[in-house]
């Protein structure tokens, strides 16, 4: 069983920061890539960021310059620093986790969310 657990959401005010972090376990035999999506009310879930196994990254254009997303893989935990935080950002963020279990099974794995709310 390939669980992820995420920690670090909250109430900040705007140009505040946030930390989030995401914990895969379980039987993982390699794990591609980890990331953060956001689906805020009303609005479909969208990336923010992605990080490889290997280091690349990908963020989306509102987020660049203000969030950073970073990898520990000997812990298999994916972090993303957020700053300068605007009301905008306000949404459900969601880890993400493409790899392989047991058997070289695919896995693709949703965390459960956790709310991120920026407001004065």
């Known amino acids: 069983q390939v669980r992820l657990v995420e920690s670090g959401g909250g109430l900040v005010q705007p140009g505040g920061s946030l930390r989030l972090s995401c914990a895969a376990s379980?039987?993982?035999?390699?794990?591609?890539?980890m990331g953060w999506y956001r689906q805020a009310p009303g609005k479909q879930r969208e990336l923010v960021a992605t990080?490889?196994?290997?280091?690349?990254?990908n963020s989306a254009d509102s987020v660049k310059g203000r969030f950073t997303i970073s990898r520990d893989n000997a812990k298999n935990t994916v972090y993303l620093q957020m700053n300068s935080l605007k009301p905008e950002d306000t949404a459900v963020y969601y880890c993400?986790?493409?790899?392989?279990?047991?058997?070289?099974?695919?896995?693709?794995?949703w965390g459960q969310g956790t709310l991120v709310t920026v407001s004065s």
């Open positions: 993400n986790l493409r790899g392989y279990g047991l058997g070289y099974s695919y896995l693709e794995l």
């Open positions: 990080i490889t196994s290997g280091g690349s990254t």
């Open positions: 379980g039987s993982i035999l390699s794990i591609n890539a």
